[in-house]
Each structure stands twice: as structure tokens, then as C-alpha cells.
């Protein structure tokens, strides 16, 4: 047990990884080994419907022992110990390394890629991923063929190292604001850049700042004397020889963040840089020679793939949550606490009510996000098809969804992770407990993408739209029509607490608030309001309908994958309860907006907040195993708290002895300051220091 | 405005302490002109009603300014590019150098100590501060006075730093569960002190792993072969010499955190360490020299200093909000997004709706919670002094207000700071808004000094007697008479927004709360539940009740205050209306509660929704000048977008240059990794990596 200074460094690296420093943990807890008797289902059951069956778990599995056993990634500084060059440079080994892994390997299925990024970097930045996801893409979606042979063969090869370089210094979610501008030269057919402003420096894009030596350039072109909006460019800003910036060029590191150390999010800005007229990615609109502009012939063509990050957000959001609860989970099981009877044994924190009410109701919104994340990608695909098809008219709604849904995903994990966080004590704020590298990972996602509340906004638009569509008689279809039915004047909630009582809950608090802002607008706008006066007086009220009309969605989604997936009866009894946990959760949240109106009681919210109590209780004897379920290797979560055999103390043991802080028994300010001030040196205040 | 790369290295310390380097930028920006013109109120009289008056202003800024001047603490590396070395070691250093600053400018009174600290390390750790907070206090109150003779002068002269060593490896807010030992053995009139496990191990104390070579250890006595509980003890545990660990002691830094970098929160063992018997310390309980055991005549006498520290904590969390609020709100009047109309103006961010609902209840409550610590210290020294004098009566509810008011306060700061970051955009993420290092700072006041539900059940067993008093019979004295008051049995609050009406619907669902959990205690224990278990199934409803009750006793802290301290009737509208908005935020976010029982009627909720935001319409042309009025220079928030002058992006392309990644345009990653992959050299993965 006592602590052997020669092994601060012999132990230097990552505790988790080498199980080696492990061999004293062999046994599991003797708390984890009853929780995980006492579950009333096949935990293995539940891992397969999250990964797709049994082939689907057994290929999760080898992907992810195939990151576990690495040698190069065992090798590397651990995540917790490093300062800000070596996060960076650390997240870009692990790229390379990837990359040139799946390409050995052959792993090309977009599922696999993720599997084995998750598994050799959990919850870190990629500085490569931009060049895949955005660099890539954008030049297929909006080059000309021509554009497409000359671009795609460099950036493939990785010789075109790229990014998207959109948001600027003073302009983030509103793109028309964009001020960096292209101005065609027809003299020389070449555009030139400039950033006219101090605003309209780039600002933020990921792999700019160190990483890339070309962009993607959204910027305001103009052409005879005119400008035609924002439109795309591929502009190299890096020599690709020594990888310094090119003359006109100022590009760096925007500094340190909350998180995203391993991420080289960059500054970027032009002065008189020229590039060929095919630099504008031509397919829809286009430049001529001569400098006529011929517009696209549709223009919301290049929306969708902002809609699919926003939909894979959702699902993001509900893993994250997920990993959050598995640790939280299983500390609260090992954790005890608090003797309750004088004398007694203290108990296991995990039967708190209070501690119980902090988990149970995120675990369940962890598996509410991933199935909606899920049934957002099958959404996305089945209306992009349809788009594809020349089909629109589900497009303005599959837009809407993933509006509200990324921002109520991400809200939610965010505050969701930090609790969770909270939830696990002192030790919580220890980075050893893996829980402050998922917060400071995903809470960005409230602003990027579209910031939360615009986003709100943008669904709300949509909503009242279609309660103007309801008012003229129109009857709706799929899942807003709910809009359309006659509501009943009370709710049939009851203690059975029946999962089609709890959607109508939703769903009539959802229409009420639709209802009651889109009247709103009207009257303002009657009493003579502007159109933007009126939205802005309204806005509050917005986002309530939106929130509301998105989180009834979540319910409804998981009512129905669990009706469509779970066959196993035992199962699916858990299952349900999940579910009653994160629909009554909801309602306590904002019983207000319940019984506003009388459709829910007094006397119904109080037996709900008791049922509430009652499926904690049936909760409990499972939560170990629906944690399992989710099937996060300790390798991949690199938690202290929420190791799978709860040998938590000894790991922190571990995790301290490793603190950089320890590298020396007496460290040099020893010398420095202390030593002065305790042998009574200390006369000149500050001269030495 | 173009980027000059010497400068690079020219600007690599504090950008906003040396102003030199913003002499472009000593314009203020039009907006924030504009915000403080429009001001209806005198912003100096708030400020000369938050700091004590004329006297009290320009003392603060005078200790201020002397901070912000010295060239000594504007050399060290600024917060925001130090590794975790560095963070300890600066911290060190300015803990230091301000002591012998304080001494040599003869500063002794606590509140001039505060601001100049505060000045000097705004939300940084300070490593000696336990040693003058808990090391010094806990030897003055708790030593003989042979004891406080011989460990006093050499703490006083820093020849023995201490800190406070109580929370172990596997026990936190549960004192009694501490398992480190201290045994007597009469042949050597010593102590024994062991940890005999591995949870014993002192994990968490502050100044603990590197600073300190005393500590004040909380132990279980044994004596006699029999345990006397938890007793405190002066233990040496490093040289006085050499600073290296005493033998049989085994003590570390604890590794890398959320935040707290500046603090060396330590790890402790004891392989059976031997320390005389005046270690103990014996003011109120003893060993006799052959070992007799001699009690404390009044076991609750070392209350006190908890109490204390838990209820300055309450004004430090207002304080930091009010920072965060300055910081959102200044940099929400300067930042312009989405036009609203068709080619105007982009508007301040200010103006939407959206936003002043996120900024504006979290200005109001950082109000709030700064006049609560105030009153809470005032509260502090009445009761004590009561205390002194024999009278325990009021011991109990101050206990319970500052447990209560701990987590309140902690809750909503920590979360606060966090939505007024987010409220920053994609900015409040990054370190150079200021907003994080704030959130990191605070958000361990959650678990720190009494688990946060911990404190609220505390105080809600305190509410729980009260009102079986009540039923009794008795009739209640103080803030707690609520509790007697016959209910009315509908709210009369009406658009008038009276603050009693307000205060009134706090206290009717607080006393609903209370009434509601003590008759279930008392049913489930009449049903034959034990004690223990029927609380543990009230415990949830147990810490709604505590909230309400705390939520009630700051609004009318808060209307109170406006009363006794504000003479101006322009500033009194203004605060008014500011307390207004606290209390109707406060409900809007809990409306269940006050509507559950019709108490608050459908109507009136409707009623309060809609005239919030007309509160916000007049607090908007206000905001700035609210903000100003907490006279924070910038020199201490050390913000981007806090500035005063507004020079928001100026100062993020200042702050951007001096990325740690920025020293060299290009990198070494670039040589070992970007370069093979670029210039196509990568067919061997990783084995040059």
C-alpha cells in the first residue's frame, strides 16, 4: 500500500492503458459484483440493440481492442498530464497514425472509422477530421467535374491539407455577415482576397490555425461591381514545401480554451491574395470570364450537409451523456457514504433518493439521445433521398428538427455531463474522473454548428408556420400533426403511467405553446408591429415551443424504438421504465407548463413526482447493468471512478502519483520562495522572487 | 491592423495589464458610450452602496490600483498560457510577494486584505491562504494557551506553514467516517498516528502536496483502548531543513484538475509517525499524560468556523457572477449579429429578447447574492457574539440559513457562470473571454465545505423541527415566523409586482414544502418505517423545501436591503425593479410550485411570464450602467469582452498572437509529422512517428 517515490516515474504513463500497473486490482468490487447479479434482464440483450446486433457488437469490439492494444497509442502522454504543445501535437500523431492504420487495415465503413477514433481517442480533438468532414466534401458537393480532378487527388493523398474557414472574428451563426471578400479581376481572371476589416478575420475553424495548408473560403464575392453573396473558395494559404504562410497571408492559433487543447482552431486573414478564377467552387453558380455572374438555379441546394452534422450531434450528445453515466454510475454503486443508521455500515450512495434523482434521470436521457441520434441519421437519409428524387417538401421540416433537436441535445448534455460531474463529489473535479474531459469536449457544441438559440428560433419558425397551416383547415402529416388534433380538456395520466398519456402530455403543452406565441405575432403584428419587432417580442416564447415540440419528439422516439426493437419482455419492462423516468422527468421540470392550462392537475403532478420515485426504484437493481450496457471499454472512458471492476481508490492513488507536480519530492520554488520565507531570509519583499 | 509576427514574441505577457500594448484602442466603443448615456440612475451611488460608502470606494480603488501597477505581479506569466508548473509556481509567488507587500504597507484589516488579493489573483488559488484561514484560526481557537505559545510565533512567521488535513481518499463530508488514527501510548507520552487503509489516505487538502510542512490532521483518537472520534492534531510532516517528507510520511500533489492549477491539492500517509502529546490540541478535550480521556463540556463549541466560511461563501458566489454579468453584458451591447430587417444594421445582441433573459436574471441575482453575504456576515457576528455570551438559541438557524445558502448560492453560480459564458457565443469558450477561469474557479463551492445536498438536507431537518414547533403550537420568531402565518388561499399578486406579494409566494410554497415532507416523515414513520429510511424517501422533496426556503429568505434579504440602504429614488426604481426580476425569474423557473395548489393562479403565472419581459424592456437602457457599478478594472477581470473600453476584438487578436502554439510559425509537428505526410513520404505508418 505505502507509496514507492521511485515509481512517480517508472509510472509516468498512462495508468489505464498498462494494466500491468493494475495486478493488486485483479478482483472487482464486491458492490459491482452484486449490482450486476441483481439486474432483472441480459444486459448483452441491450448492447446489441444499441450496436447493431451481435455482428454489430462483436465488430465494435475488435475495432476497439485493436486501438486498446496499440503500442504507438499505449506510448503516447497521457490526455491528463499534457500542457498545450503536446495536446497538439499528441492529437496529430494519433491522426496520422489512424488514417494510416485503417488504411493498412482497410477500413473504410464510416461506422468502423468512428469505432476506431473512439476507442484511440475518446472525447479528444482530431486536426484531420475537418479535412475528411468539411475540406473534402464540399469540394464534391460544389466543384465542377473539372474542379473535382484537379482538387480531390491532393486532398486525398493528404498532400492538400484542408479546412473550412467560415466563421470570422465578428460573425458567427449569421453567414450573411460574413465581411472576408473575393473581388473578380477580369484583367487577370483572378479574384483577390481581402479581409477588409479587423472583424473579418477568420476566427475559430478548426486545423486552421497550425494544420492546414489549404481552406475552404466562404467569403462575399464580388464582380462587376457587385456583390452576389457568400460563396465558396479552395484557397492555399501554406507553402507546401516548407509549410510557411504564403505572402499576403496571416494565419495562427487563436490561443487556449475551456478544452479543445489538441485542436489548432485558427486565426486568418488576407491582404491582396490572388487566386485563379477556378478557385470558386463553380458547380451551382459561377463567374464567367469576363465577370458575369450566373446565379444558382436553387438555392438552398447546399444545405444538407449542415443538416446531417446537426443530426449527428444528436446522437454525439446522447453517447456523451452515456459515458458520463457510466462513470457516474458506477462510482455512486462502489461509493458509501454517510453512515444513515448510528453505527451502521454507510451506505452505498447509490441508494440516496437524492443521488438517485441526480442519475437516474440522465441515464435515461442518455439512451433517449442515442435512439433519437439514430432515427435522426435514418430520417436524414430517407428525406435526402427524397430531396435527391427532386422531392422538397419534407426538407423545411427534417431542417427543422435538427434546428431543435441539435440545440436541445446539446443543452441538455452539457448541463447534463456537468451534473453528473457534481454528482460524484470532490473527486468529480479531478480530471482523474474522466468527467471534465467529456464536459469541456461537448459543451461547445451549444455554440457551434448554429448557436442553440438561433437554432430554437429557426425551428420555431417553422412551427408557426404550421399552426398557420392547421388554422386554415389543413390537416398535417407525420409527427407535427399533432398540431392538428382536437385536444381533450384534461389529461388521462394516471399511475399506470401509460407512455401514450405522458406523449399527449407533451404534445398538448407543445400545441399550447405553438398556439399561444403564433397568436401572439398576430395580434402584434395587427396592432401594427413589425414583422422583426414582433418575432423579437415573441422570441422567449419561441424557444419555449421549440423546446417543447422537440422534446416531445425525443419521447416519442424512444416509446417507438422500444416498441419496434426490444422483443425481449424483460427487457422491454426496463426499458419502459427508462423511458417513464425521462418523459415524468421532463414534466417536473416544467410542471408549470402542465398545468398552466388545467390539462394537468395539481393533484396529477403530485402523484407524478411520487411515481417518480417509485420507478427510481424499480431503477435501481438495473442501473449497474443499463451503464454496462452502453459497453465503454476503461481503456476508452480513462476514468478513475468509472472502472468496470471499481477499484477506484487505488487508481487515484495512481493518477496522483503521476501528478506533474510530483516529478520532484521538493520542487525549485521550493528553493526560490518558500525556502526565504521559512528559514527567515525574508526582509526585501519580492527582490528575489 | 495587419499581423506583424514580431510581435509574436514582443506581446507574449499580459495583454491587458501592460497597456502600452492597446494604445490604438483608447477609444471607447460607441455602443458602450451610448449604454452609459442612457443610464437613468447614478451609477457611483451603487457602487458607493456595494463597497461601504465614499470612503470605502476610494479605498478599494486605491488597494486596486496599487495591485495593478506593480511591475513585480505584471511580469509574471499571464493566467492564461501556464502549463501546470507554472501555475503552481506563480501562484506561489504572488502569495508571497502580496503577504510581504501587505506587511510592508502595514495592510491588516480583512476586507483590505480581500481586495487586494483579489486585485492581484482575481479567481486564482493562493497556497498560503489555508495556512492564515484554518492553520492559524484552528491552533488560536482550539489550543491551550501553552499551545498557541508554542505554535503560534513560528506559524506567524512562516517558519511553519500549515493547512488543513481532514478530507480522506475515501470519506468527504462525512466527518465522522474519517478513518486516519491517532493512538496514545502512555509509555512515551506520545501519539501514533497511522493510515490504515487506503481510503484513510488525506486526499484533496489544499497547499497540502507541496507547500506545506504542517498540516492540522483530523484523526480518530484512540486512547485506552477505546475510540474518543474525531480530535485535531499540529503534525509535522516535512523538514524544517530540507523541506523533504519527514520519515514514515508519504505526501504528493494530487494531479491535474478541472481548474484549482494554482493549488497543490495533496495526498497524505502516515506509517506510524510519532508526535508528542501537546500535538493535540486540548482547549476544550484532552489525554491525560497516562492516557485518561477528558471530554469537551460542549461538543457543538468548534462550529463556528465552518458556519464562517460557508457563509462568506455566499458572497463570494454573488461576487462572481457579478463578474461574469459585467463580462456578457458589456460584450452583449458591443456585439452586433443577424440583421432583423433586410439589409439594416446588425442590432446589439443586447436588444433580443432571448438574450436579456439569459443576462438579466443573472445580473439580478448577482445582486442578490452579494447583499445576502453581507447580511449573512452581519448575521455571522450578531449570533456569535450572542454565543459568547452564553445565548445558543439562534446557533441552530444560523447553521441551517449558512448550509442552506452555501449550496443555494453554489448551485446558481456555478451554473450561472456557465450560461452567461454560453450567452457569449462561441468567444465564452475560449480563455480570453475570462469566463471559464471564473466557472473552473467557483464550480468546486458545490462539493467543498459540505456536499451541496448535503447542506440543504441540513437545513432541511432544521425547517422540519421548525414546524413541528409550529404544529405544537409555538409561535416562531425571526425569518422562520413564516412558517406560523395563516395562509391566504390565493396569491394577490397582481402587475403591480408588489415585492410582499412576491415574498408571499415564496413563503406559501416554502411552508407547503416543509409541511408537505414533515407530514410524510411522519406517516412513513407512523406506517412503522424507521427513521433513517422514512427520511431517505423524503429526502428529495427534503431539498425542495430547503431551496425554497433559502430562495425566500435572499428575496426578501433583497428587498430589505433596497429599503435600508437606498435613499435615491431614481437607483431605488432601478433596484426595485432589479429584485422584481429576481423574484418573478425565480418563480417563472419553478412555476409548478406556486401553481400546484392554486395558490398562484393560470393566470397569474401568464401574468408574470409577460410582465418579465417588460422588467427586462426597463432594465435593458440600465444594464451597462448595472454592470459599471460593480467597479471591477479591467486589470481584474482580464477578459477580451469585458472590457470597459469595448475593444472586444482588438483585444481577442492580441490574445490570439500570443497562443503558446503561435512562438514559431511553423511547429516541430510539422517536421515529424505533417511534412512525411504532405510531401507524400508516408507508406510506412507510424514507424517514424
Known sequence: MHYNKQRVNQSSKQAWVDNNLFLNMASVNKDLVKERKSATFDKELLTEILYNGKEGVKRRRYLQNIAIQDPYLKSLTPWWNRDRETHYDIALKKAVYLNQLMEKMNITAPIDMFILRE????????????????????????????????????????????????????????????????TYDPKTE????????????????????????????????????????IHAFVVQIRSLEDHRPLPGITVGDIGNK???EGMDNGFLMFNNVRVPRDAMLMRYSRVERDGTYVPPKNAKIAYGSMVFIRAMIVGDMGRSLAQAS????????????????PGGEEPQVIDYQT????????????????????????EYFRVTAEIERGNMEEMQSLHALAAGLKALSSDLASSGVDRLRVSCGGHGYSLASGLPKIFTNITPAMTYEGENTVMYLQCARYLIKM???????????????YLSNKPRPHSGV??????????????????????????????LMKSGKPEEVARNMCSVQMVQASKMHSAAYVVRTFAMTIQAKVTDPNLAKVMTTLCQVFAVDGILQKTGYFLMDGFLSGKQAQMLAERQMALFAEIRPNAVA???????????????????????????FEYAKNSPLNKADVLPSYHTVLKPLIQGESSAPAARL
Chains 1, 2 share one sequence.
Request: glycine fraction near 8%; include cysteine.
Open 494 to 523: 394516471n399511475e399506470a403511467l401509460k407512455l401514450e398519456d405522458l406523449i399527449e402530455l407533451y404534445e398538448h403543452a407543445a400545441s399550447r405553446l405553438i398556439q399561444g406565441v403564433a397568436m401572439k405575432m398576430q395580434s
Open 626 to 652: 443499463l451503464v454496462d450496457a452502453f459497453d465503454y471499454p476503461d481503456e476508452v472512458l480513462q476514468s478513475c471512478l468509472g472502472r468496470y471492476d471499481g477499484n477506484v481508490y487505488e487508481a487515484l
Open 258 to 260: 475551456l478544452g479543445y
Open 467 to 481: 399552426y398557420a397551416q392547421v388554422a386554415s383547415g389543413q390537416q398535417l402529416s407525420g409527427f407535427i400533426s
Open 119 to 182: 476507442a484511440a481517442a475518446c472525447q479528444e480533438n482530431n486536426p484531420l477530421g475537418l479535412h475528411q468532414v468539411m475540406f473534402i466534401p464540399t469540394i464534391e458537393k460544389q466543384g465542377t467535374k473539372e474542379q473535382i480532378e484537379k482538387f480531390l487527388p491532393p486532398a486525398r493523398a493528404m498532400k492538400y491539407i484542408g479546412t473550412y474557414a467560415q466563421t470570422e472574428l465578428g460573425h458567427g451563426t449569421f453567414i450573411r455577415g460574413l465581411e472576408t471578400t473575393a
Open 355 to 378: 443521488q438517485q434523482e441526480k442519475l437516474f434521470p440522465l441515464l435515461a436521457a442518455s439512451y433517449a439521445y442515442i435512439f433519437m441520434g439514430y432515427h435522426m441519421a435514418v
Open 190 to 229: 483572378e479574384f483577390i482576397i481581402n479581409s477588409p476589416t479587423l472583424t473579418s478575420m477568420k476566427y475559430w475553424p478548426g486545423s486552421l490555425g497550425k494544420t492546414s495548408n489549404h481552406v475552404i473560403l466562404m467569403a462575399q464575392l464580388h464582380s462587376q461591381g457587385k456583390n452576389h453573396g
Open 326 to 341: 457510466v462513470i457516474a454510475i458506477r462510482y455512486s454503486a462502489v461509493r458509501r457514504q454517510t453512515e444513515i443508521r
